[in-house]
């Protein structure tokens, strides 16, 4: 909407700058930003009346619950407030004739729903939505995105790999599980993430502002030609998307951060991080996602690997999973785990920004 007032710039000049996604981006942040600090208190009132409070469950591991006892009763589902905000903010300066934008939003609000009705069950009656529950949801709107990947002629089904200039791979029809599994393994990978005041929220902040840039520099065909990336028509507006999510993200870092008023539950957890693939998906940077979303990656990775540790050897790699759990018990505290990962999180941005001129 904020798009079409450069029509009315031949009688206020200063209306032309509404045309440049760079603008219209910036504005996005502010808005998401102000809208999480403007609505953050009516939310959390709301939800403390509606009695969705986080319920800790350490799975009975003993010294994590003592960690975990002070966090009982702190509201959840606050990334319905996230979601909301970003959506408003993206629809108010986003072209809205942009396709890309309206895939991505419908990832962000299906996979909400699913962490909703995962965050109801577990503040009713103790337990979420079993495992292959979800697995079986977040498979459905995957498939749902690479069908109409393959039937689009807009969206590309090729590979684009790193530190290679010509080098592509056309998937066809295996296109379609790709986009699955990259959908699936950044949703999870995030909502294992989701275990410290603040810890999630950071990295998404970071990789959020990571795919802004890389959204621009794909939807700019000079830019494109310079570093040798696929040059992506319907990318640009992707950045203004991408900044609404950064300036939302980092308003909820406000109160999210230690010690957390309000916890985004996998409302926010799961439909954030199935946004952030999806993008990855539609700029052709797959690949570049696994280095930016280091830290995502790593965190999926420990719990993969106890996982098979356990059941092929019957012993732990960790002394519990997700990573950031293991160092809880080393005894650091969770202010200072909270801060390296996140300075973690600010090395793989820096270093996948690095891999542009390594073509």
């Known amino acids: 909407m904020l798009y079409f007032l450069h029509f009315l710039s031949k009688y206020f000049p200063i209306l032309n700058v509404t045309r440049y996604i760079t603008f219209r981006g910036g504005c996005a942040f502010i808005i998401s930003f102000s809208l999480v600090m403007v609505f953050w208190k009516f939310t959390i009132n709301k939800l403390r009346r509606l009695h969705l409070i986080e319920k800790i469950d350490m799975y009975g591991h003993i010294h994590l619950e003592a960690l975990y006892e002070s966090k009982k009763g702190t509201p959840t589902m606050g990334g319905l407030l996230i979601i909301f905000s970003i959506i408003f903010s993206t629809l108010l300066c986003v072209r809205l004739d942009n396709y890309f934008v309206w895939l991505v939003i419908f990832v962000l609000v299906s996979l909400g729903i699913v962490g909703l009705q995962d965050d ?113 028509r319907e990318a640009g507006e992707l950045t203004v998307f991408c900044l609404a999510m950064a300036g939302s993200c980092l308003g909820f870092l406000w109160f999210n951060s230690y010690p957390a008023q309000i916890f985004m539950g996998d409302v926010g957890a799961l439909s954030l991080g199935g946004t952030i693939g999806i993008i990855a998906l539609l700029i052709k940077k797959e690949f570049l996602l ?49 801060v390296r990962f996140w300075i973690f999180s600010i090395l793989c941005a820096i270093m996948t920004m690095l891999t542009l001129k390594l073509r």
């Open 290 to 338: 696994i280095l930016s979303g280091g830290l995502f990656v790593l965190e999926a990775l420990s719990v993969i690997l106890q996982i098979v540790s356990v059941n092929l050897r019957g012993k732990r790699i960790f002394k519990a999973a997700p990573l950031h759990h293991h160092f809880q018990l080393l005894g650091w505290k969770e202010p200072k785990i909270i």
């Open 120 to 232: 109801i069950l577990k503040t009713k009656r103790g337990k979420g939505l079993l495992r292959k529950e979800k697995l079986i949801f977040q498979i459905l709107i995957g498939t749902v995105i690479g069908i109409l990947a393959v039937l689009d002629k807009n969206i590309s089904t090729t590979w684009d790999l790193p530190f290679f200039k010509k080098i592509t791979i056309d998937l066809g029809y295996f296109y379609i599980f790709w986009a699955t599994l990259v959908i699936i393994s950044t949703s999870n990978a995030v909502n294992f993430t989701d275990g410290l005041d603040g810890l999630a929220i950071g990295a998404l902040i970071v990789n959020s502002l990571i795919f802004a840039i890389l959204s621009y520099l794909a939807g700019h065909i000079n830019f494109a030609n310079y570093l040798y990336i696929p040059y992506i």
